[in-house]
């Protein structure tokens, strides 16, 4: 109990970190780097991976990651479940950004979004690191497929291809970067997968997940990196359900609710 209280008594405050301050009407340090002077000439994209790495990035790398972002993820269709909550907010005349803060919430879902690209991630670079020490690939991935009945970072409920890998890949090799160990390795499954003739294909999430293993970024980073992915696509969602008739999007007639409990009632009695 002395324990806790002499650290929340070294925090009353006082928090210490290297993350950075504003010092108003002087300077805003992010990271040890003063911002106007030394990330001003930043991308968006450079800055954000800064801030979650502590590492700076080339222009290239930048625009690897924006790529992924718009190729894989952005896309403003409200039929896509996250979309969906946008639109809802939307339709509903709630604010623009809760429709958003929302939205980022059901992005992390277990079947889709964050969580399996984390799985991607780590199962990529866990992969590549048994290889390396000795293992077999065919041995590592039918005894994953055995235990697990499914492989991180392939396979697709809806359609089978994944129209996504090639524009990926001819981004990463604009930009140099089709080569790295675990974009070959990720490919390299697919294969072996064909061979044994499982029904699974390189997703956009494995791919992405191999092309930020090959750039240095652990699960952790590429999770928080990848939590803003979604977002160029829910804002067009939002905007044009506010944009339409309150309450029009998506209706269902009462009908075509299979529905077994109390009949009607009249409140109040």
Known sequence: MKKNLSNLIQHENNWITEMGASFPGERVVFRGKDVFQELSKFSWMQVLLFGITGREFSEDQARLFEGIWVISASYPDPRIWNNRVAALAGT??????????????????????????????????????RIKAGEGLENIVLTELKSKRMLAGYGRPIVNKDERIE????????LGYKDGEHALLALEIEQMLEKYNYPYKLNAAGMAAALAADQGLAPNEFYHLMSLCFTAGFHPCYIDTQSSSEGVFFPL?????????????????
């Open 253 to 269: 007639r009462c009908e075509f609710v299979s529905y077994s409990g109390e009949n009607a009632r009249e409140w109040g009695k």
């Open 92 to 129: 509903v005349r709630s604010t623009g950004s809760l429709a958003i803060s929302a939205s980022l919430a059901v992005s992390e879902a277990t079947n889709y979004g964050q969580r399996p690209l984390i799985k991607a991630i780590d199962f990529l670079i866990d992969t590549c690191k």
């Open 167 to 174: 524009p990926l890949l001819e981004l990463s090799q604009k």
